[in-house]
């Protein structure tokens, strides 16, 4: 079975600092996405990382994926407190179903 | 466009209740998914519909659970009888035929008590 392995699990970092998360999985998948969720909320779509050395970037989040080393990453630059949010890494195989990642639990304090 | 939508938000039943969850997706989407997230723990695939027919439903628990999708719309997912360990945030996502990209909805917040 496909293992998705995220951290960290919390996060509480300063306004203006700069983070990254962390998501690595055992075998070899078809895609990487990164969603985002606010309490009570759906999971929102953040990227769909496709193919090795790919990077998105959307505002003050920017993620990566290594495919080789099976270790995709969210970095967050100058954070500020409405990027507060859990974050979920996931990965799929011929499109079927998703493995999660835990969740990093992001707080961004004044 | 109206997102994935779940019913009820939350659920408070005690152990041995049935309890019935559903998820209206997307209109057009063809493939819909279950997930359940225990507290702490990762999200978990539990069933995947294609139109009506299940797909994959490797991930479901047990027998306690029954998942239908009648005529390829809505899907409902029923526990019978719930047991403490049920607990748990219940997804259910939709995607397109032509694409991968999972659209989820809020999630039913289940308490067994």
């Known amino acids: 079975e496909l293992k998705v392995e995220q951290n960290p699990l919390f996060l509480s970092m300063q306004e203006g600092k700069n983070y990254t998360i962390y998501c690595n999985y055992s075998?070899?998948?078809?895609?990487l996405y990164w969603y985002r969720q606010d309490p009570g909320k759906s999971l929102e779509s953040l990227f769909v990382?496709?193919?090795?050395?790919a990077v998105k970037q959307e505002g003050r989040l920017m993620a990566s994926l290594d495919t080789k080393a099976r270790l995709s990453t969210l970095h967050i630059t100058a954070a500020v407190h409405d990027l507060s949010a859990t974050y979920f890494c996931?990965?799929?195989?011929?499109?079927?179903?998703?493995?999660f990642g835990t969740g990093t639990s992001l707080t961004v304090i004044p | 466009e109206a997102g994935v939508t779940q019913f009820p938000s939350h659920s408070v039943i005690e152990k041995g209740q049935t309890v019935t969850l559903r998820c209206d997706p997307i209109s057009g989407h063809d493939n819909l998914y279950w997930y359940r997230r225990v507290m702490g723990k990762e999200i978990k695939f539990l069933l995947h519909f294609v139109k009506e027919s299940k797909q994959d439903e490797s991930g479901m628990p047990n027998n306690r659970f029954l998942a239908e999708r009648t005529g390829g719309t809505y899907s409902t997912l029923k526990v019978q009888p719930a047991e403490l360990e049920d607990s748990g945030v219940y997804f259910c996502a939709s995607s397109h035929a032509l694409t991968d990209t999972q659209y989820f909805g809020p999630g039913t917040r289940l308490t067994v008590l």
């Open positions: 990382l496709l193919s090795n050395g």
């Open positions: 075998t070899t998948s078809d895609r």
């Open positions: 996931a990965v799929s195989r011929s499109g079927n179903q998703f493995y």
